[in-house]
Structures are given as structure tokens and as C-alpha cells.
């Protein structure tokens, strides 16, 4: 068991894509090992304002609605995530300088690490 509450997924694809003048298209595909798979997708601009989240997932984004990007610094940024008016995750993502791996820190001092693929 992770330190999450909850086995850690068997398999995790994130695509992040540009989307727009500053913001991001996102698509989590998650299997976990009891086969159970889980789909996020949205779209979000870096200007702090409150996105719309489509689909459930029990990681990161938990039973979050909405999510907010902020710019941290010029390899940052905070990734704020909300069920109604409360905050369910936020977490800092920094980029590796070539642009290759992201490493999300949680409030909580967890990390997840993706690596790009292609």
C-alpha cells in the first residue's frame, strides 16, 4: 500500500499538450491493479481561474470538478485541484530543464514522477 491510502496504479499515461495562448490539454489514463481504469481530461490556461475537470480518478486529482494553474516560477507551476469550494490536491510541478520529466511535489511531500515518452 502506498502512502497515498490505496495500491499505487499498474499503469499511468498522461498527455500534456499545449492548449491555447498558456495553458495545457490533459488526459490521465490510470489502470490500477484490480483492473479498474480511470480517465481525467481538461483543459486549463496558466492565469489561476478555476477549469472544469471531466471523469473520476482516485490519484492526484481525486473526486476533484475544477482545477486552477499558477505560474510558481519559469520552471513551475502549482496545480490546484477542487471538489465544490474546498481544495482536495495541490501540487507543484517543476520541468526538468529538457523538458523530459515533470516531478509533482504534493502539500504533503508526495511525488510522482512522469517521464516523457515520446
Known sequence: MSSFGFAPPQIQLVTIRSFGSDGFLVVEDTTYP??????VQYTAQ?????????????????????????RVDETSLKWTYK?????????????????NTW???TGDDQRLVYIRLA
Do not use: C, H, W
Request: proline share 4%; charged share 15%; no cysteine.
Open 34 to 39: 484490480d483492473s479498474t481504469r480511470t480517465i
Open 46 to 70: 496558466i492565469d489561476g481561474r478555476e477549469y472544469p475537470t471531466n471523469g473520476s480518478a482516485r490519484m492526484l486529482v481525486q473526486a476533484a470538478d475544477t482545477v486552477s494553474l499558477t
Open 83 to 99: 471538489k465544490g469550494p474546498a481544495v482536495v490536491q495541490s501540487a507543484v510541478a517543476q520541468v526538468s530543464s529538457g523538458g
Open 103 to 105: 516531478i509533482f511535489t
